[in-house]
């Protein structure tokens, strides 16, 4: 079942002599449970795909379907009630609130989304990222792969359509960078999460079910590398 649809996304920053195409006419889609890595060089548009398709940053022109839903349709407050029930981001410099506890990190889409707390999800999330003991320790009592434990459960504790991670490992070192890449596959496989992960690591995209590989704002290639 198909749960991403991208048409002829363009982005294009700037005006006149000094506009710079950052897209140019992408499109693919995503089946509901698949694991995609997205690779490029720096300044091929790879970062700037996945900031779309989390509704953090707008197209020049094109649309993004998720679950059927016109992304780009919506006015602001729907985008933003969207983003917030719909996409779980990760980034590589984990963006926790410094001043909130691990539980209260993991549980904020929850919060701001008015909804409660179902305590056998959080637990079961705990669990299975190894937090269950950091709950009420603040992110800087944490190491760089514990936070980055932390951006996952935030992540997933809506059960978004989409789980984007932009260099999830690209500041961790190589231990770390295999147990958050391990967690990100089970949270694939466990609760069928659909996965797009952005790397420079070969590594870690020969992981994924397809690889997209883009240059210059346009996919160069599109691989399947396991069914």
């Known amino acids: 079942m198909e749960i991403l649809r991208v048409e002829n996304l363009s982005k294009i920053y700037g005006k006149g002599e000094t506009a710079v ?3 140019n006419n992408v499109s693919f889609s995503v089946e509901k449970g698949e694991f995609l890595a997205i690779i ?6 790879k970062s700037t795909l996945l ?3 989390g509704g953090v940053d707008t197209p020049t022109s094109g649309k993004v379907f998720v679950e059927n839903t016109d992304v780009y349709a919506l006015d602001e ?3 933003a009630i969207f983003r917030r029930r719909q996409i779980g981001l990760i980034y590589q410099f984990y963006n926790l609130i410094p001043v909130l506890s691990v539980q209260e990190n993991i549980t904020l889409p929850l919060l701001l989304d008015g909804r409660k707390v179902d305590k056998g999800q959080l637990d079961e999330i705990t669990t299975t990222l190894n937090l ?3 709950l009420n320790y603040l992110p800087n009592q944490l190491s760089g792969g514990q936070q980055q434990r932390v951006s996952i459960g935030r992540a997933l504790i809506n059960n978004p359509a989409l789980m984007l991670a932009d260099e999830p490992t690209g500041n961790l070192d190589s231990k770390n960078s295999a147990e958050i890449v391990k967690l990100l596959k089970l949270s694939n496989k466990k609760y069928n999460q659909t996965l797009i992960i952005i790397t420079h690591d070969e590594r870690i995209a020969l992981q994924a ?3 997209i590989s883009i240059e210059d704002g346009r996919i160069v290639k599109n ?4 069914r």
């Open 223 to 226: 691989e399947v590398i396991r």
């Open 209 to 211: 079910d397809r690889i």
């Open 132 to 134: 269950s003991d950091r």
């Open 51 to 53: 900031h779309i398709l």
């Open 77 to 79: 407050t729907k985008l």
């Open 40 to 45: 490029g060089p720096s300044g091929s548009g």
């Open 21 to 23: 195409k950052a897209l």
